[in-house]
C-alpha cells in the first residue's frame, strides 16, 4: 500500500508494500517538486506535471502510456502503443491546482451539471491520493483515493471516500470507481466521468445510443426536453449537450481520426454528448466528450457503496 497525500502541491510519499518496486521516502514540505520524482511499481512513476502538480505515469509493458494528474484525479492522456494520444486536453486548461482541468476525464461527483453545488461537484478541484499501485503481468495499476474534507464539507456536508482504480493495458483503459458512504447518515449523489476524446469533428459518430430517452441540455441546461434517440449514427453538426437515459453497455465512437473507440460500461447507466460548438471556436473540431454518468441520484445507506467499470478499447 502506497500513500501520497498532497500539502499544496508537494505530495508527502510513504510506501509499505511488497509490490512497491522502489521508492523514496519523502517527507513534509518544502522539497523542490525535482526530488519527488519516483517509481512506485514497475510502469507507475509519480513525477511533476504541467504548473508543478504532481503526475502519476503508467507505463505498460507493450508501449501504452496513460498520465493522471492528483488534482481532481483525473486522467489527460492515453497513449496506445502507435503513440496516438486518444484524449484531449482543451488549449484553455489550466493547471493551477485551484480551477478543474479541462480536458481528459474529470471526475462529476456528487453532482453532474448546475445543482445545489458548484457545476458537476468537487471532485475535480479536489487532491486526490496515491492509495496503491501495483503491476499485474506488465500492466500497471493505479488506485487514487478521494475523502472528503473541509471544502468537500464546506458543499456537502458528508464522510465519504471514493477509489478510483485506473488500469493500464495494451488497448484499453479501464477505471473502477467505488464510492462507500463513511458517515452515519444515508446520503445521495449524481455522478459522471467527463471524457474529452480527440477528434475531428466532423467526422465523428457515435453508435449505440438508438432508443434511448434523451434529456436534450440545448438551449436551456436546466429545463431540459425530453426525447427519443432515433439514429445509428449521431453526429456533430452543431452545438450538442444530451443525456441518454439508461444507455446500452456498449457505445462505439469514430473519432473521425481513424479510430474506433468502444465504451463499455458496467453500472454506469446513463450517457452524455457534448460539443460546445462555436462557443469554443478555437477547439471545438478537435475533441468530443461521450461521457458516462449517474444521472439519477445514487442512494447510499452508512457503509454501502457504489461501483461502476468503464472501459475504453480500441481494436
Ligand atoms: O465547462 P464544464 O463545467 O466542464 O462543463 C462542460 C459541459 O459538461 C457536460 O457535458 C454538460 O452536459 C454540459 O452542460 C457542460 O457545458
Known amino acids: 500500500m502506497a500513500i501520497v497525500s498532497s500539502c499544496c502541491c508537494f505530495p508527502t510519499l510513504t510506501l509499505s508494500s511488497r509490490n512497491l518496486r522502489k521508492h523514496n521516502r519523502l517527507s513534509g514540505t518544502g522539497m523542490t517538486f525535482a526530488s519527488i520524482s519516483s517509481e512506485t511499481s514497475l510502469g507507475v512513476k509519480i513525477t511533476q506535471g504541467n504548473g508543478n502538480l504532481p503526475k502519476v505515469v503508467l507505463k505498460s509493458a507493450e508501449g501504452s502510456e496513460v498520465e493522471i494528474y492528483l488534482f481532481g484525479g483525473c486522467v489527460t492522456s492515453w497513449k496506445v502503443p502507435n503513440g496516438k494520444d486518444l484524449l484531449f486536453v482543451r488549449p484553455d486548461a489550466v493547471f493551477n491546482g485551484q480551477k478543474p482541468i479541462s480536458g481528459g476525464i474529470p471526475h462529476c461527483f456528487p453532482q453532474f451539471g448546475p445543482g445545489p453545488m458548484q457545476q458537476h461537484g468537487f471532485a ?25 474534507g473541509p471544502y468537500s464539507r464546506a458543499m456537502w456536508d458528508f464522510s465519504f471516500q471514493a477509489l478510483y ?73 452543431g452545438f450538442v449537450d444530451c443525456v441518454y437515459l439508461d444507455a446500452p453497455n456498449d457505445v462505439q465512437l469514430d473519432n473521425g481520426l481513424g479510430d474506433t473507440i468502444t465504451i463499455r460500461n458496467t453500472n454506469w447507466s446513463d450517457a452524455v454528448l457534448w460539443n460546445p460548438n462555436t462557443t469554443m471556436e478555437a477547439c471545438y473540431r478537435d475533441f468530443v466528450c461521450v461521457e458516462n454518468a449517474k444521472i439519477g441520484e445514487v442512494q447510499l445507506e452508512p457503509k454501502q457503496s457504489w461501483i461502476a467499470e468503464q472501459h475504453l478499447s480500441i481494436s
Open 165 to 237: 482504480k485506473v488500469i493500464l493495458k495494451s488497448n484499453s483503459l479501464s477505471t473502477v470507481l467505488t464510492v462507500t458512504n463513511t458517515d452515519n447518515r444515508p446520503f445521495s449523489f449524481s455522478t459522471a466521468l467527463h471524457t474529452y476524446f480527440r477528434a475531428s469533428i466532423a467526422g465523428v459518430s457515435v453508435k449505440g445510443l438508438k432508443g434511448c430517452k434523451t434529456l436534450n441540455k440545448d438551449p436551456d441546461p436546466k429545463n431540459p426536453l425530453e426525447g427519443i434517440e432515433h439514429r445509428d449514427a449521431i453526429t456533430f453538426p
Open 124 to 148: 475535480r478541484n479536489m487532491n486526490w491520493s496515491v492509495a496503491d499501485s501495483e503491476n499485474v503481468e506488465g500492466n500497471p495499476i493505479l488506485t487514487l483515493e478521494l475523502k472528503d
